[in-house]
């Protein structure tokens, strides 16, 4: 596999914080120059974007050009989905809205070849144009590749012992604007409350307790902060639309300073 695009897992056994950028706007072009700034992945959100799978296997390829792991939060947990993001060479996928054991072990039987899953053999137009040899993929994907199972439900939530404990599962990603919509009988979005933040900690408890990534999506430096100090260690940070705020906010701030 072609090395450093692949490099998650030993990225993550550091136990440093592992932080990116979260992509919501179609195009290579864009998806290379963020992959140049100083982050050590890039998502692409195909679940609330109009990115579709041919612009997302372009975009792909454009951040391993880089020498970056791609992460895919897909559309949905459908194995067909699931199968091709990988196949694009993608080094994470994160399957939205995944409630019970049956639905996680769906999704780890389409992301994961025998004998963790059923993933099917194929793609190598989507591996190959992602710059990784065929012969190398089958024998470390299983290990090398991570799939995700969104938490962010209260069906979810109570599920997340046994969630956490599928074999072959890798993390636990918690989606908490739908959580705390959740949480809150569709009241509101509170990505930093209390409640939001205890339901968070039973959620890194249980990856903790079953050897699984506790993943999130922050959004922000505070968001960011505050879920490490409750045990997670792989996170979304800004959106692309946050970075271009950010850089017009820095330039604003240079000219007035
Ligand atoms: C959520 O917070 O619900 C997500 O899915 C991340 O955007
Ligand atoms: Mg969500």
């Known amino acids: 596999m072609s090395g450093a695009a692949f490099a998650l ?13 979260w992509v919501g706007t179609p195009g290579a072009q864009l998806a290379g120059q963020i992959a140049r700034l100083d982050f050590d992945a890039v998502a692409l959100d195909l679940q609330h974007s109009t990115i579709d799978m041919g612009e997302a296997a372009q975009m792909v390829a454009a951040i391993n050009a880089v020498g970056k792991p791609a992460i895919l939060r897909v559309r949905w947990n459908d194995p067909g989905i699931v199968n091709s993001a990988l196949d694009m ?3 994470c996928v994160i399957a939205p809205m995944t409630n019970s054991v049956e639905q996680v072990k769906a999704l780890v039987k389409a992301a ?16 190959q144009s992602a710059g990784v040899a065929a012969g190398d993929y089958l024998k470390q994907a299983n290990h090398e590749t991570l799939v995700m199972a969104m938490i962010e439900t209260q069906e979810a939530l109570d599920h997340v012992d046994a969630i956490a404990a599928v074999p072959g599962l890798d993390g636990l990603f918690v989606g908490p604007s739908d959580l705390s919509i959740a949480l809150s009988n569709g009241a509101k979005i509170d990505r930093l409350g209390q409640g939001t933040l205890n339901a968070m900690k039973k959620v ?14 922050a959004g922000t430096a505070d968001g960011v902060k505050a879920y490490t100090e409750i045990g997670f260690t792989f996170m979304a940070g800004p959106t692309d639309t946050e970075l271009l705020r950010g850089g017009t906010d820095a330039f604003w701030g240079k000219m007035k300073g």
């Open 9 to 21: 897992r030993n990225r993550l056994a550091t136990g440093e914080p592992l932080v990116f950028p």
């Open 112 to 127: 994961k070849y025998p004998p963790l899953g059923q993933r099917s053999w194929g793609g190598y137009t989507m591996l």
């Open 89 to 91: 060479g993608a080094a």
């Open 204 to 217: 890194s408890a249980a990856a903790k307790a079953h050897g699984r990534v506790a993943a999130a999506f």
